[in-house]
């Protein structure tokens, strides 16, 4: 069996590249995901503020994944649930397992990545002590109690300072719980600015920066947690030790890009991001593959996740149609990732192949008050953006014009500064 294209995840940005592809004409399309039913993560995210940018009002996760099942299945699309893919060639066949229809090998003329992301786990960043029972990672907990009904814990104090652990602190005090401590290793917190307002400081949460857990103790279940302050190098400094009794611990230390499929697929992954590097429409090393959303690079809104899976589905749909020049493109710009920032999407721009613009996205790697984002390419100055408050928990977002590419003669490198 042959599609026109085959988007593997069935969450926000996978249902996007869906609707796009269609809206651009395609009519055999197949969604693959390996959970229940559509929506990805944003089932078990009943907090609100979702859809601010895409819907134009604000959506609890449930009712933002509800519209968008609902756009997608008011049209053709066809959708294959309880379905895990096993392998992407480079042929572009996809090999898939369910209950319900055994194994199966279809090809397709486009596909989109839509895999998602999944959490580090204690053993990813090596925290020491026991192996007691109640230690979760934050999506985990979230699952227990917004899905499952069951409560992870009464005393919790949470690692990491990632957005699902601070959402996750808010909703544990409303269930009951008492949250002791929210303990991050750099000197600031990786989540959206609004959550350490809502979900800390309206909650009288603490929010110790600069600092790491020493120790974990605990038998059966966990008894009581150890922080310690860090150096300029990270370590911890003897004598600031602070001893929390405590049930659970929750883990929000961060993302990654779910990337095994594509790594055995032969795509080129972007060590900066963990995941697949791209051109301006989303395409990526594997001609008539493509990916969006968090299986390229986290994002802090799904709302954005969303529009870039637009953008990865209308790509798809040119390519399958036939609507662009197939030839590679003659002129390829790297992006780079200069001082200040951690890395880029896209990682290269195909000019001759661009629309009229082509949207940067970004993240600082510390708190700029005064930011400005310059671009340059040699000794070129291609484009400068005055951003005022920068912070690595908040992506960014820049917009480069055909004209400004035209002026760039090498690579470009994109920094961020504070202004002077």
């Known amino acids: 069996m042959q599609y026109e294209l085959i988007v593997i995840g069935g969450g926000p940005a996978g249902l996007a590249a869906a609707l796009a592809a269609w809206d651009g004409g395609l009519r055999s399309i197949l969604v693959l995901e390996r959970d229940s039913e559509l929506g990805g993560i944003l089932n078990q995210c009943v907090h609100n503020g979702f859809g601010l940018h895409y819907f134009k009002e604000e959506l609890t996760g449930p009712e933002y994944a509800s519209r968008m099942v609902r756009m997608v299945r008011e049209t053709g ?8 893919v096993l392998e992407i060639t480079p042929e572009r066949e996809v090999h898939v397992v369910s209950s319900a229809s055994g194994y199966r090998a279809m090809r397709a003329k486009t596909i989109v990545l839509a895999m998602g992301c999944r959490e580090r786990t204690r053993g990813a960043i090596a925290i020491p002590g026991t192996r007691p029972a109640g230690i979760f990672t934050a999506g985990t907990a979230q699952r227990y109690v917004n899905i499952e009904g069951y409560m992870p814990g009464k005393r919790v104090v949470i690692i990491g300072s990632g957005d699902i652990g601070l959402i996750m602190a808010r909703r544990l005090v409303l269930e009951g719980a008492e949250v002791l401590a929210c303990v991050e290793l750099m000197p600031y917190s990786g989540g959206l600015i609004r959550n350490i307002v809502q979900c800390l400081h309206d909650y009288d949460i603490p929010l110790y920066l600069s600092h790491t857990v020493t120790d974990i103790s605990g038998t059966e279940r966990v008894k009581q947690v150890t922080i310690s302050r860090v150096d300029s190098e990270l370590k911890p400094i003897p004598g600031t030790e602070i001893v929390f009794d405590c049930d659970t611990v929750l883990l929000s230390v961060g993302l990654i890009p779910e990337n ?3 790594k055995q697929a ?8 963990g995941g697949a590097a791209v051109f301006e429409n989303m395409e990526t090393s594997l001609p008539g593959v493509f990916a969006c959303g968090n299986v390229v690079h986290v994002h802090d809104l799904v709302d954005f996740a969303t529009i870039e899976g637009h953008r990865a589905g209308r790509s798809a ?20 990732a200069g001082d200040g920032v951690n890395y880029t999407v896209p990682q290269a721009i195909r000019v001759d192949r661009m629309e009229s613009k082509a949207e940067i996205s970004f993240r600082v790697n510390r708190i700029q008050k005064n930011g400005v984002v310059n671009v340059i390419s040699g000794d070129k100055q291609i484009a400068r953006y005055k951003r005022g408050y920068m912070t690595p928990g908040e992506m960014e977002k820049i917009t480069l014009s055909r004209e400004m590419l035209g002026l760039a003669e090498k690579d ?8 002077k």
């Open 77 to 84: 699309v066809e959708i294959s649930l309880n379905t895990m």
């Open 317 to 336: 749909a040119d390519l399958a149609a036939r609507q662009r020049d197939m030839v590679p493109a003659p002129r390829v710009l790297t992006l780079l």
């Open 260 to 262: 095994e499929l594509s």
């Open 266 to 273: 032969g795509i080129k992954i972007d060590p900066g991001t």
């Open 412 to 419: 470009l490198v994109i920094s961020a500064e504070e202004e």
